[in-house]
């Protein structure tokens, strides 16, 4: 079942990030889609698969050794730590094109951060602020 869980939440991911990609001008898509409907489906798989498990799990946040037994504890806890990932890189695609288009800059330089965004989180953010600087000459 987590094998599953874990195809089809990659799936609406991939669907989200098709939607920020391939229909930036699709404004419902962007706000109802990608900035409601799958990160709401992912906080709520979230909350049904980690507080359960949290509360019963070896492990925590205090340190690399506790974070390490938790996340060995169950592959549903892994499958929770993954929906976060895919939940919080998504809305900062969201954030980043929404701000994109807000600065009139060209969808085709968003491509770049927005595919960043999709791989590596954090550093598609940073590619977008440092495009941003550059677009409105503010560093």
């Given at each position: 079942?987590i094998?599953?869980?874990?195809?089809?939440?990659?799936?609406?991911?991939?669907?989200?990030?098709?939607?920020?990609?391939?229909?930036?001008?699709?404004?419902?898509?962007?706000?109802?889609?990608?900035?409601?409907?799958?990160?709401?489906i992912?906080?709520?798989?979230?909350?049904?698969?980690?507080?359960?498990?949290?509360?019963?799990?070896?492990?925590?946040?205090?340190?690399?050794?506790?974070?390490?037994a938790?996340?060995?504890?169950d592959?549903?806890?892994?499958?929770?730590?993954?929906?976060?990932?895919?939940?919080?890189?998504?809305?900062?695609?969201?954030?980043?094109?929404?701000?994109?288009?807000?600065?009139?800059?060209?969808?085709?330089?968003?491509?770049?951060?927005?595919l960043?965004c999709f791989?590596?989180?954090?550093?598609g953010?940073?590619?977008?602020?440092?495009?941003?600087?550059w677009?409105?000459?503010?560093f």
């Amino acid at each position: 079942m987590i094998d599953a869980l874990f195809w089809i939440f990659n799936a609406l991911a991939l669907f989200g990030w098709a939607v920020l990609l391939g229909f930036p001008g699709w404004a419902m898509g962007r706000r109802l889609i990608v900035g409601l409907i799958i990160p709401a489906i992912f906080a709520f798989a979230y909350a049904v698969l980690f507080v359960p498990l949290y509360l019963q799990a070896q492990g925590g946040f205090g340190s690399i050794e506790k974070l390490l037994a938790l996340l060995s504890y169950d592959p549903a806890i892994v499958l929770a730590a993954w929906l976060h990932f895919l939940a919080f890189d998504l809305l900062i695609g969201r954030m980043i094109l929404e701000e994109s288009q807000t600065l009139q800059m060209p969808h085709r330089l968003m491509i770049a951060p927005l595919l960043l965004c999709f791989m590596f989180g954090p550093v598609g953010w940073l590619a977008f602020i440092l495009l941003k600087r550059w677009k409105t000459g503010r560093f």
